[in-house]
């Protein structure tokens, strides 16, 4: 007896299986030979192609002794060539003409005769036919009494295009396949199903029938991908409902409602617009579950020996499931590389079948390649720097073993310069020996340099701060490598600026950024209106929205003169000063959320550092110091708590003798939300703010998100204070509802807020407009 197998591969949906018999003798096989050709087409010649060139041949008889051979004719020896010829007329008046003097019919005029039939005889009489079947000699009934019922063969085509037949959907004995499977197969095949995107309605039976037989092809291939290869699945079309008895428990989805039953003992004749909806019923009989009983993969040995085996996920036993058999070959095809393998590929599966036993025989051929060992750099095409910056972004140096994860770093490295149309990160074979069985690759870095100029402009809005413009014009690669040049200005309502930043990421080593900068500004707020020139370097290793980095730090020095007017309490008016400052900066972040723009989990901590001295007359030495901290907690899929608490403090100076610039303030879209901007703390007569030597500030936050919307609700509390030590003591408090709009770049944010426990002169809604988070 023939035991049937079958060797399979697998599709993205299922295993698609081809028949083959193992283990047992193969069948005597009997091979028809192809009929003869006739005789007149094996005779028939076969035409020679019109451009074939054939051989020259010589003639039999030349030209000239053909001429000669034949005679002259001219008129002098046949003078009847010269006769001119009769029309046609006159020569049948000269044919009847003949006929009559010889007393025969003119030509033409004879009667057709009559032909015989098969008894010779050209006339025959033809009788009335017997009639045997007496209900053709019965009287025809009256038209009143006449009912004729037309046989209903096909859906006849409408022309009405607004007719459409409603129909359901009924799946009957899916039931045992899909409670033993993981995944739900009803689900999934409602999903993609043809009749149940149909909504119900089709406009003919003909399209019916079109969907059940491609849903028919759908329900064996998700059968197939969890490892059901025999199932047989059956379809019909059935008017009025289905029984749901033909396989097992009937299901339905359909949208399709039938038409009730009209409530007398009279069924009204149909109309086109009264058809009885249809049910289209698909019978499932899955068959047998094909589970894996030998797992087999040809490959050399890797180092170590139990690589492949340790990181296969099949197990001998489970069922052939389509996605776990393309997962586990993905594994293998990404693991290898990641252990020295760069040039390891996964080649096509083989799964022989046994039908008698429902035993799945998977046999996976591996090329692992030769293990390998970084050596050197090369790179090509249109390049934004030299092969000695690619070196330098590189966090593997040549002997360590080939990792792919630290080549697709090293890829993502050079997209973060912002310098590239496109760029690749390949190994080479190089065939040089490296010992212990391992060989050099060297890495091949493909350049294409896009556009390296930039436009840039932001816009926000912030109740106190006003309306705020900032353009700027960036060349990234003015000074290779990654040298920048930045001119950027401001214009807002409240506050004008303009600078020139020179930058240089990967200034040294990867991810440090040395900055030059000289700006001039004027502000204009109630706290202070003050001019100010700054020149400073700063040395920072700071996240970006391409590559965040869970550590960041900078540090500089800022060189500052600044002529700002300030509350004098003695003289109980407004007086301008001038301050020379110079200031170092320190500044250590941690990183721990998830997102850079719209953090969901995870938390942050900044400490902030700022000694300072004014070169005003005597040198007078302060230090401003800050600590921020936030966290973000995902309560559900689309719910996000997010809390923050901000302390800061100024010791070394006093209040009065510190520049209104660079003291504390609180108040405004990333401070206390509700207040206008820099509107809490201590203030003068006027009822502007004079700001302080210690700030304390609070927040938290719900976020909803959905889809590409989101809604936060918030409650804001903060306070300045004149001493160098915070209190937490009259804190003030803002709550308000914001929107957010997300983008591949971060969310557009829009927040309203009120104060409570409003005092005079403070507003009574402030709104805030920004792209990212609050924090």
């Known amino acids: 007896m023939l035991r049937p197998a079958l060797a399979l591969s697998v599709s993205s949906l299922g295993l698609a299986a081809t028949a083959a018999f193992a283990q047992e003798p193969p069948p005597v096989t009997h091979t028809v030979p192809d009929a003869p050709a006739p005789e007149a087409e094996m005779a028939k010649p076969t035409p020679p192609p019109p451009d074939a ?8 008889i030349a030209d000239e002794e053909f001429d000669k051979a034949i005679p002259p004719i001219s008129a002098e020896d046949d003078p009847e060539l010269n006769v001119p010829l009769e029309s046609i007329a006159d020569f049948e008046r000269r044919q009847a003409n003949k006929a009559a003097s010889s007393g025969e019919p003119a030509p033409g005029s004879e009667p057709a005769p009559t032909p ?11 009788g009335d036919a017997p009639i045997d079947d007496v209900e053709l000699a019965k009287p025809l009934p009256p038209l009143d009494n006449f009912n004729a019922e037309p046989v209903e063969f096909a859906e006849p085509e409408s022309a009405d295009e607004g007719v459409k037949i409603a129909y359901t959907v009924q799946i009957n004995g899916l039931a045992p396949a899909d409670d033993s499977t993981d995944a739900n197969l009803t689900d999934l095949f409602g999903d993609i199903s043809a009749l149940y995107d149909g909504d119900g309605e089709a406009a003919n039976a003909a399209m019916v029938r079109a969907r059940l037989t491609a849903d028919a092809d ?25 029984d749901g008895q033909n396989g097992g428990q009937g299901s339905s989805r ?18 086109p617009r009264q058809r009885r909806p249809l049910t289209a019923i698909i019978d499932v009989v899955p068959g047998q579950r094909y589970t894996l009983s030998d797992i087999i993969i040809n490959a050399e040995p890797t180092v170590p020996p139990s690589l492949i085996k340790d990181n296969f996920p099949l197990a001998i036993g489970e069922p052939i499931v389509a996605q776990r058999v393309q997962g586990a070959e993905a594994a293998i095809a990404l693991k290898l590389p990641e252990e020295g393998y760069p040039f390891a590929t996964v080649g096509q599966r083989d799964i022989l079948l046994d039908g008698a036993t429902g035993d799945g025989i998977y046999t996976l051929p591996v090329d692992i390649g030769p293990r390998a060992r970084f050596g050197g750099f090369e790179t090509v095409g249109k390049l934004a720097f030299d092969v000695k910056h690619v070196q330098l972004l590189a966090r593997f140096k040549r002997g360590d073993l080939y990792d792919s994860r630290m080549a697709d770093d090293l890829r993502q490295a050079l997209v973060a310069t912002g310098l590239f149309a496109t760029v690749s990160v390949e190994p080479q074979k190089t065939g ?58 401001l214009a807002g309502t409240q506050e004008q600026a303009v600078g020139v930043i020179f930058r240089r990421s990967n200034a040294g080593r990867r991810d440090r950024t040395f900055e030059l900068v000289g700006e001039a500004s004027r502000s204009n707020y109630n706290a202070f209106e003050a001019l100010t020139g700054r020149v400073g370097f700063r040395v920072s290793r700071e996240s970006t929205p391409i590559w965040q980095k869970k550590i960041t730090y900078a540090y500089g020095l800022d060189l500052i003169a600044t002529s700002e007017d300030d509350y004098d309490f003695l003289l109980a008016d407004r007086n301008r000063s001038v301050y020379y400052i110079a200031g170092l900066t320190g500044q250590l972040g941690i990183d721990r959320s998830d997102n850079l723009l719209n953090p969901t989990k995870g938390f942050r901590i900044t400490g902030l550092l700022q000694p300072e001295g004014s070169l005003s007359g005597r040198f007078s030495p302060y230090a401003r110091a800050r600590v921020d901290v936030s966290g973000y907690y995902p309560v559900t899929d689309s719910i996000v708590l997010a809390g923050r608490v901000r302390v800061g403090s100024i010791v070394g100076a006093a209040r009065d003798n510190l520049a209104p610039s660079r003291r504390f303030y609180a108040g405004g879209g990333g401070s206390v939300r509700g207040f206008g901007y820099q509107q809490l703390g201590p203030k003068d007569p006027n009822n502007d703010p004079i700001g302080g030597r210690s700030v304390n500030e609070a927040a938290v936050e719900v976020r ?9 609700a918030f409650v804001d509390a903060g306070q300045v204070y004149t001493g160098s030590t915070p209190d937490f003591s009259n804190l003030r408090y803002g709550a308000g509802i914001g929107g957010r709009f997300y983008t591949n770049f971060g969310p557009m944010r829009l927040d309203i807020a009120t104060p409570i426990g409003r005092k005079p002169g403070e507003a009574r809604v402030s709104v805030y407009v920004s792209i990212g988070q609050a924090f």
Do not use: C, K
């Open 53 to 60: 060139i054939f051989p020259p041949v010589e003639p039999i």
């Open 116 to 126: 015989a039939l098969a008894d010779g005889d050209a006339v025959e009489a033809i």
């Open 218 to 242: 759908l329900m064996r291939r998700i059968l197939a991908s969890e490892g059901y290869y025999d199932a047989r699945v059956d379809t019909r079309l059935d008017r009025g409902g289905g």
């Open 254 to 271: 359909g949208r399709g409602a039938a038409t009730p039953a009209p409530a007398s003992d009279e069924t009204p004749p149909e109309t």
């Open 432 to 489: 040089e020996s490296a010992g212990d069985g391992t060989e050099y690759v060297t890495t091949l870095v493909t350049q294409e340099a896009g556009p390296p100029r930039t436009l840039a402009a932001s816009a926000g809005y912030g109740t106190g701060q006003g309306i705020r413009l900032e353009a700027s014009w960036t060349h990234r690669n003015l000074f290779p490598p990654e040298g920048a040049l930045i001119v950027r200005g």
């Open 704 to 712: 909803y998100r959905f889809g590409n919307y989101g809604i936060v």
